[in-house]
């Protein structure tokens, strides 16, 4: 017996090992791009940002049009994803299909749809004009295309965080007198602030780090994404470099505060 | 009052069907069945939180079929109490309490006031069970519905439990209707009994009469009934040979012979001659080491295969010609007949014991 638990013990430290390897290896092919762009570019792009107007206007425009999207993304999503979670109705596994379909399909793709719908030369595109709002070419494109790429994140993350929520606290709360928009505010909405929250930081990030979409709709003006792919076919990589530094770091932020927010976080009952 | 007429309701891939039953004003009605029966989907129907596809829900009078659940002026106790996590103990009593000191007497009363500032997430099971009690009292509610809210406490917490809460409910008479595993806490408590199988229910009354008389094997069996036969029925009128009971009448109208593997005893009731099955409560089998000469009229010798101490009674099975006859008898009684295993011994209990079903 103890001849056969040898080889299994042996065998185990080996599988063990193995296992080590192979994810330090994938750690390390996705921290290691990221870590090498910070490290060479990052106090470079820190030190640009007091001197490089452009890049500072850029920065600004990138937070003001992700917040503006993600607030969107919050109003209109939480119904959607309240919706999915807890009502059962026809066509709820299509409208879910729909909301993830922008994860899928590539991101210029997704630019060219929002150009066809919004640009200047569809009919809803040239009414908003006439009505004095651009969208192509405008911070508005920019809010459009973080939005459209991005909110399906808010939303499925947000489903997920209502779901986790036991539908009987709004059950009681009913019983104990709620309506069914107050039993929502005062017990389903902050059993799942924390899983809110969360989708919204990581919409938020998402928008912050969008390329495709906008580049179709809106290249000027110019969000961060879009100056670090300009600067680098107009000056090459060093001229990037501390832009994308930038951006790197910018979306680090809400995702260190998402882990922060993660930590202990614990599950309703 | 609850009351509800021929009630349908969906949840998920569960229905209840037809269900119809009367729990009066400011009775205790309890509501028994299986796990998956319906029960709590009975509770959240008449609660609101399911909608009734069709018939009635009447509340108090009022036909609430259609109303929210904030309208019905009911409260519900979920057997894992749900208190909101992000409140404190005095927040969820006060959460839908009718005034301030309407939550700080029931607070007091269940013996939770002390907790009053503590995070709910960090009290015991039974200190839970006895806020989310007392948190839907405090709403002064016109009827109660209890889905299993003492299955978590411990003993002596459960016994505190439910007198605290028979007392306010003797005091403020609203209707309650609780849903129960435990039969004995169902005869111990209600006025009405409801037994719930598969979204349907197979009978209802009075505990009691269930009890004794419960409509099917299957019922029998739930309700913990040790002895249950299947076996011919046939009724015999005045041929019973040894027929002394003391009922001309009943003699007359109901005397059954049901033959079950070797035996064959003496039953009263309406039956179809035929297949049916015959229930006898352990409780009403007396155990003698000579057939009596009593007014028992069924009595089988047989041999003791098993004694099983339960508390202050033991459950004795008799080997009867190859049928298993359990009787539950005191510890006294053990000792008295120097009852063992292997030992011979005669059963017998009275037609009037014999419920056909």
Same mark, same amino acid.
């Given at each position: 017996?103890?001849?056969?638990?040898?080889?299994?013990?042996?065998?185990?430290?080996?599988?063990?090992?193995?296992?080590?390897?192979?994810?330090?290896?994938?750690?390390?092919?996705?921290?290691?791009?990221?870590?090498?762009?910070?490290?060479?570019?990052?106090?470079?792009?820190?030190?640009?940002?007091?001197?490089?107007?452009?890049?500072?206007?850029?920065?600004?425009?990138?937070?003001?049009?992700?917040?503006?999207?993600?607030?969107?993304?919050?109003?209109?999503?939480?119904?959607?994803?309240?919706?999915?979670?807890?009502?059962?109705?026809?066509?709820?596994?299509?409208?879910?299909?729909?909301?993830?379909?922008?994860?899928?399909?590539?991101?210029?793709?997704?630019?060219?749809?929002?150009?066809?719908?919004?640009?200047?030369?569809?009919?809803?595109?040239?009414?908003?004009?006439?009505?004095?709002?651009?969208?192509?070419?405008?911070?508005?494109?920019?809010?459009?295309?973080?939005?459209?790429?991005?909110?399906?994140?808010?939303?499925?993350?947000?489903?997920?965080?209502?779901?986790?929520?036991?539908?009987?606290?709004?059950?009681?709360?009913?019983?104990?007198?709620?309506?069914?928009?107050?039993?929502?505010?005062?017990?389903?909405?902050?059993?799942?602030?924390?899983?809110?929250?969360?989708?919204?930081?990581?919409?938020?990030?998402?928008?912050?780090?969008?390329?495709?979409?906008?580049?179709?709709?809106?290249?000027?003006?110019?969000?961060?994404?879009?100056?670090?792919?300009?600067?680098?076919?107009?000056?090459?990589?060093?001229?990037?470099?501390?832009?994308?530094?930038?951006?790197?770091?910018?979306?680090?932020?809400?995702?260190?505060?998402?882990?922060?927010?993660?930590?202990?976080?614990?599950?309703?009952? | 009052?609850?009351?509800?007429?021929?009630?349908?309701?969906?949840?998920?891939?569960?229905?209840?069907?037809?269900?119809?039953?009367?729990?009066?004003?400011?009775?205790?009605?309890?509501?028994?069945?299986?796990?998956g029966a319906g029960k709590t989907t009975l509770l959240e129907t008449i609660a609101g939180v399911v909608r009734a596809s069709s018939g009635t829900i009447t509340l108090g009078g009022d036909d609430m079929t259609q109303a929210p659940p904030e309208s019905r002026r009911l409260g519900i106790v979920y057997q894992h109490a749900y208190l909101f996590p992000h409140l404190t103990v005095r927040q969820n009593v006060e959460y839908g309490a009718a005034n301030a000191r309407a939550a700080d007497e029931v607070m007091e009363r269940f013996g939770v006031a002390p907790l009053a500032g503590r995070s709910v997430v960090s009290l015991s099971g039974?200190?839970?069970?006895?806020?989310?009690?007392?948190?839907?009292?405090?709403?002064?509610?016109?009827?109660?519905?209890?889905?299993?809210?003492?299955?978590?406490?411990?003993?002596?917490?459960?016994?505190?439990?439910?007198?605290?809460?028979?007392?306010?409910?003797?005091?403020?008479?609203?209707?309650?209707?609780?849903?129960?595993?435990?039969?004995?806490?169902?005869?111990?408590?209600?006025?009405?009994?409801?037994?719930?199988?598969?979204?349907?229910?197979?009978?209802?009354?009075?505990?009691?009469?269930?009890?004794?008389?419960?409509?099917?094997?299957?019922?029998?069996?739930?309700?913990?009934?040790?002895?249950?036969?299947?076996?011919?029925?046939?009724?015999?009128?005045?041929?019973?040979?040894?027929?002394?009971?003391?009922?001309?009448?009943?003699?007359?109208?109901?005397?059954?012979?049901?033959?079950?593997?070797?035996?064959?005893?003496?039953?009263?009731?309406?039956?179809?001659?035929?297949?049916?099955?015959?229930?006898?409560?352990?409780?009403?089998?007396?155990?003698?080491?000579?057939?009596?000469?009593?007014?028992?009229?069924?009595?089988?010798?047989?041999?003791?295969?098993?004694?099983?101490?339960?508390?202050?009674?033991? #459950?004795?099975?008799?080997?009867?010609? %190859?049928?298993? +006859? $359990? &009787?539950?008898?005191? *510890?006294?009684? =053990? #000792?008295?007949?120097?009852?063992?295993? %292997?030992?011979? +011994? $005669? &059963?017998?209990?009275? *037609?009037?014991? =014999?419920?056909?079903?």
């Amino acid at each position: 017996m103890g001849a056969r638990a040898q080889p299994n013990r042996l065998a185990r430290a080996t599988l063990s090992v193995f296992v080590a390897v192979l994810a330090s290896l994938f750690l390390l092919f996705v921290v290691g791009p990221v870590a090498g762009l910070v490290s060479s570019g990052g106090v470079r792009g820190l030190s640009a940002l007091a001197r490089d107007t452009e890049l500072r206007q850029s920065l600004i425009l990138t937070a003001l049009t992700a917040t503006t999207a993600t607030i969107l993304g919050i109003l209109g999503g939480t119904p959607v994803a309240y919706l999915l979670a807890r009502r059962s109705f026809t066509g709820r596994a299509v409208l879910a299909a729909l909301m993830d379909l922008p994860l899928v399909i590539p991101h210029p793709v997704a630019g060219i749809a929002l150009l066809l719908v919004l640009g200047r030369a569809s009919p809803v595109g040239s009414a908003l004009y006439a009505a004095g709002l651009r969208v192509a070419g405008s911070p508005t494109g920019i809010v459009c295309a973080m939005l459209f790429v991005s909110a399906p994140l808010y939303v499925s993350a947000a489903r997920e965080a209502f779901a986790r929520v036991d539908a009987r606290y709004e059950s009681v709360a009913r019983t104990l007198g709620d309506d069914a928009w107050r039993a929502f505010r005062r017990v389903t909405l902050p059993l799942s602030a924390r899983g809110l929250t969360a989708a919204a930081v990581v919409m938020w990030a998402r928008a912050v780090s969008e390329f495709g979409a906008i580049v179709i709709l809106t290249y000027n003006p110019k969000v961060v994404s879009v100056l670090s792919y300009d600067r680098f076919t107009s000056y090459g990589l060093s001229e990037a470099l501390p832009v994308a530094a930038v951006l790197v770091l910018f979306a680090l932020i809400p995702l260190a505060a998402l882990r922060a927010l993660r930590h202990g976080d614990p599950a309703p009952r | 009052m609850i009351s509800l007429d021929h009630v349908n309701a969906r949840a998920g891939n569960f229905a209840l069907a037809d269900i119809t039953f009367e729990v009066p004003q400011g009775a205790y009605g309890v509501v028994i069945g299986p796990a998956g029966a319906g029960k709590t989907t009975l509770l959240e129907t008449i609660a609101g939180v399911v909608r009734a596809s069709s018939g009635t829900i009447t509340l108090g009078g009022d036909d609430m079929t259609q109303a929210p659940p904030e309208s019905r002026r009911l409260g519900i106790v979920y057997q894992h109490a749900y208190l909101f996590p992000h409140l404190t103990v005095r927040q969820n009593v006060e959460y839908g309490a009718a005034n301030a000191r309407a939550a700080d007497e029931v607070m007091e009363r269940f013996g939770v006031a002390p907790l009053a500032g503590r995070s709910v997430v960090s009290l015991s099971g039974g200190e839970r069970q006895l806020v989310a009690i007392a948190r839907a009292l405090a709403r002064r509610p016109e009827a109660l519905l209890l889905d299993e809210p003492f299955s978590a406490l411990d003993p002596r917490t459960r016994n505190v439990a439910r007198r605290v809460l028979r007392t306010i409910y003797y005091e403020r008479r609203f209707t309650v209707l609780q849903v129960t595993h435990d039969f004995g806490e169902a005869g111990l408590l209600g006025d009405i009994a409801i037994v719930l199988d598969k979204g349907r229910i197979v009978q209802k009354g009075d505990p009691e009469q269930i009890f004794r008389r419960p409509a099917s094997p299957y019922i029998a069996d739930f309700l913990g009934a040790e002895n249950v036969f299947a076996g011919i029925a046939q009724p015999i009128r005045a041929a019973a040979p040894d027929w002394v009971e003391s009922s001309e009448h009943e003699f007359v109208q109901h005397a059954v012979a049901f033959t079950t593997g070797a035996l064959t005893f003496y039953a009263l009731g309406d039956v179809v001659p035929g297949p049916t099955h015959a229930v006898i409560r352990a409780e009403e089998v007396s155990l003698s080491a000579e057939p009596s000469m009593s007014s028992v009229q069924n009595q089988f010798r047989g041999r003791i295969v098993e004694i099983v101490p339960a508390g202050a009674l033991s #459950r004795v099975t008799v080997d009867a010609s %190859g049928t298993p +006859i $359990v &009787a539950a008898v005191t *510890a006294r009684s =053990v #000792r008295e007949l120097a009852l063992e295993v %292997g030992s011979e +011994i $005669v &059963a017998g209990f009275k *037609a009037t014991a =014999v419920h056909l079903c």
